[in-house]
């Protein structure tokens, strides 16, 4: 039996559409929110598979959130074993951090659907399944490349949206999970502000995830599912 655990680091942003080929490649997935009074204690080198979800608090806020540090070390001792590990958002700018790269606040809010562009190595990874397809962006924080990474995409407004080292661990800047999911309209209802810092309006992008979120979630899981083969070959 494989083990993958989920990091939720707010209740509305869960794996979404990545479960079913994480749940097809054969892992038995439990999951822990940064709330539970057992989380401190953790080995985050335990689970055969570790996936970090998002959340609007920024990695440089530990004052505010002091399980952050405490998180960083721990996923610190994970990538030096290259145990498998994937980042999405928050997650990603978290494993840039204790990959020793800098986080911090972008100049813009980055909120809607639009497509990565691909760097050489990025078409030569499973990323090449969201090339030209519109994917949704949520977030106003960026980082540093890591030292010894693949930069894998970019967007318009964000040089570094996914990268990669070796086959083991993928950080994804991006949600190609959400697109099905109806925890995005409490985004929507959480955060109505990044929308319109970011130059849209709830209805647009609400028409926008309609139109473009079932094809993103139908990339994203090709994706990770050559991803999960790949850490098998």
């Known amino acids: ?55 609007p608090m920024g990695v440089y806020e530990q ?14 001792t994970r990538l030096e074993a290259d145990r498998p590990t994937l980042g999405v958002c928050f997650g990603a700018q978290m494993i840039a951090a204790a990959l020793g790269a800098n986080v911090f606040a972008g100049p813009h809010k980055e909120v809607g659907f639009h497509p990565i562009q691909l760097t050489q190595a990025g078409h030569a990874s499973p990323l090449h399944h969201i090339a030209d397809v519109p994917v949704l962006h949520w977030h106003g924080d960026t ?42 309209h409490e985004w929507i209802e959480q955060w109505p502000e990044s929308v319109i810092e970011a130059g849209g309006d709830e209805a647009s992008l609400r028409a926008a995830h309609d139109e473009h979120g079932p094809g993103a979630v139908a990339a994203g899981q090709r994706m990770v599912t050559q991803w999960l083969e790949e850490l098998a070959a």
């Open 1 to 55: 039996m494989k083990t993958g655990l989920i990091i939720r680091h707010v209740p509305y942003e869960g794996v979404a559409g990545y479960r079913e080929p994480i749940e097809r490649a054969g892992y038995v997935l439990d999951r822990i929110d940064i709330a539970d009074p057992s989380f401190p204690g953790l080995d985050l080198r335990e689970p055969d598979l570790l996936i970090m979800m998002g959340g």
């Open 63 to 76: 004052d505010e959130h002091p399980w952050i540090s405490c998180q960083l070390r721990r996923l610190a």
């Open 143 to 184: 980082f540093t490349l890591p030292d010894s990474v693949e930069l894998l995409g970019s967007s318009h407004l964000y040089d570094h949206q996914a990268f990669r080292r070796g086959r083991n661990l993928l950080a994804l800047q991006f949600h190609a999970e959400m697109g099905e999911d109806p925890r995005f």
